[in-house]
């Protein structure tokens, strides 16, 4: 039990990675707040159900990353629940597909505002939180490849994921005096519902599979595991860097 005795709050869990990262903390003994954005068709209900109904803690609570009240709200609900927060998953993400020149400023600000603007609220909600109980704490930003390697038609994505790189970079710095640490994971094509639409057609899926060096794509499990150990004790000199989760996707040389 690598997490036991800590409280985790893990964003956008209803679904694909931030669930896996709920159900392999709650197997590690953490307490775990599944959030989930209000109205979505993933709802965190069931997961928390599932996991108390194994006898361990669990708990969902509604809220959109993306506003400032429901977030401090969530990290309060939290605290009133569990007592404390000691990891902080910023999960929730969202693309839209999109030539740059096609892209309205509603499309920009809605991409912008939940993976970049619901990263920054959350983790500083729970940076203030983790301070003023004073034993560190861990925070970790779901960035993407796309943090560091181009994505034509998704301008405003790449844009989020690469200032979540620089955002994580600063936190390790000013936040290291709080024995809180920050770092990004950075997943390549993981069988999430945000690429259901690659997964439904065989030869789109066996197209972009082929980009990958490991020769499919990933698991949320796999994400999951790394997640674990950087929200673990034995990564408390772990800071400031990004884990890329990509079967060797960012490191592959274009073919001649
Ligand atoms: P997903 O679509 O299953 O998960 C995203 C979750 O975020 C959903 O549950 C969604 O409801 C939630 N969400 C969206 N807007 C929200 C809001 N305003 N407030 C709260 N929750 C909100 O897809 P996923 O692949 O599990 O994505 C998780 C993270 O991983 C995202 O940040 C994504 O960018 C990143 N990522 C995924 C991949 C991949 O290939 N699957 C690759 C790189 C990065």
């Given amino acids: 039990m690598r997490l036991e005795g800590k409280v985790a709050l893990i964003t956008g869990a209803g679904s694909g990675i931030g669930q896996a990262i709920v159900e392999r903390f709650a197997a590690e003994g953490a307490r775990v707040v599944i959030n989930y954005r209000p109205g979505g068709k993933h709802s965190g209900e069931e997961a928390a159900k599932l996991i108390t109904g194994r ?3 669990a708990t969902a609570i509604a809220a959109n990353v993306d506003n400032r009240a ?3 709200i ?3 609900q939290t605290v009133a629940t569990f007592g404390r927060l000691d990891i902080a998953v910023c999960n929730a993400g969202i693309e839209i597909k999109k030539p740059f020149q096609d892209v309205t400023d509603d499309e ?4 912008m505002g939940v993976n970049l603007y619901g990263s920054f609220l959350v983790s500083q909600a729970a940076v203030r939180q983790m301070i003023k109980q004073g034993q560190g704490g861990r925070v970790i930003f779901m960035s993407s490849v796309h943090e560091d390697i181009p994505f034509p038609g998704y301008t405003a994505y790449c844009a989020s994921k690469g200032a979540i790189r620089m955002m994580m970079r600063n ?3 000013e936040l290291a005096q709080h024995k809180i640490t920050a770092n ?3 997943p390549g094509a ?4 945000i690429n259901e639409k690659v997964m439904k057609d065989p030869d789109a899926l066996k197209a972009a599979a082929a980009q990958i060096p490991w020769g499919r794509f990933g698991k949320p499990e796999e ?3 790394v997640a674990v150990f950087l929200a673990s004790d034995e990564a408390e000199y772990v800071t400031g860097s990004t884990y890329y989760v990509d079967g060797g996707l960012t490191r592959q040389v274009p073919k001649a």
């Avoid at 920009?108 to 991409?111: D, E, P, Q, R």
């Fill in 55 to 57: 006898g361990q803690k």
């Fill in 70 to 72: 429901e977030v401090e």
């Fill in 184 to 186: 990004n994971i950075a």
């Fill in 108 to 111: 920009w600000h809605k991409v």
């Fill in 223 to 225: 994400v999951a595991a």
């Fill in 190 to 193: 993981i069988s999430t519902p």
């Fill in 171 to 173: 936190l390790a710095l």
């Fill in 74 to 76: 969530m990290v309060q």
